[in-house]
């Protein structure tokens, strides 16, 4: 049985940089969504997709975030011109039609210098 | 609007010990459901359980145990006999209609020494 899955684990980037996040849930997960953790925090909602639609978008996601699931599997999410602020552990978590329970990922970790 | 309170931040207990997070939780939906989620330092999210607003039954599952109350806005676990393994950080959360976000407490760290 596979989990989701994130990639990559681990990013450093210089301030300024674009990075660029994948998410794969698990398999026939209609419903997929993206936190942010800092450290000490409890995640954070970014935003929420069902199939290939994006239907809630947190008030965190400034311009700079941009979040795609094209085809209604796999998602990206993409930070432009990354500033420190933006470390952080950024988390997926997939959800079965119909289903509540919300299951994770292993996150990625991104430091920002 | 919604939001989880986990008043206690870190708890440390001897194993074989009991022990009790508490969660506290504020909502105008008459609809919500409740989580509690485990993250060990592994650092990955396990979903622990999920209850609905209107099942008030207490629930076991082996050593976990969970009390929802709706009077006072409160969704505790309790761990019984614990163990080194049941070391990390727990969150609960809330989630309530119209809304697929889940909102979650800042967490309880638990620590078990042997």
């Known amino acids: 049985d596979t989990g989701v899955s994130q990639d990559p684990r681990h990013k450093i980037t210089k301030r300024g940089q674009n990075v660029t996040f994948r998410c794969d849930p698990i398999s026939e997960h209609n419903r997929l969504y993206w936190y942010r953790q800092t450290l000490g925090q409890g995640p954070e909602f970014l935003t929420y997709f069902q199939n290939e639609a994006q239907l809630e978008k947190s008030r965190l996601l400034s311009d700079r975030f941009s979040a795609e699931r094209p085809k209604g599997s796999f998602s990206t999410l993409e930070i432009q011109r990354t500033e420190q602020g933006d470390s952080a552990m950024y988390l997926c978590a997939s959800s079965p039609p119909g289903g509540n329970e919300q299951f994770f990922g292993p996150g990625t970790r991104l430091t920002v210098l | 609007a919604q939001k989880v309170t986990q008043a206690q931040t870190e708890i440390s207990v001897v194993e074989k010990e009991d022990v009790t997070l508490d969660c506290v939780y504020e909502?105008?939906?008459?609809?919500?459901?409740l989580f509690w989620y485990k993250q060990p330092p592994s650092g990955e999210l396990v979903f622990l359980i999920r209850?609905?607003?209107?099942?008030?039954q207490n629930e076991i599952s082996g050593r976990y145990s969970w009390n929802f109350q709706k009077s006072t806005s409160s969704f505790n676990f309790t761990i019984t006999a614990s163990q080194v393994v049941d070391s990390a950080v727990y969150f609960c959360a809330l989630r309530g209609t119209g809304f697929q976000k889940l909102v979650f407490g800042t967490g309880t760290r638990l620590l078990v020494s042997p």
């Open positions: 909502t105008r939906d008459t609809t919500y459901y």
């Open positions: 209850r609905n607003s209107f099942d008030e």
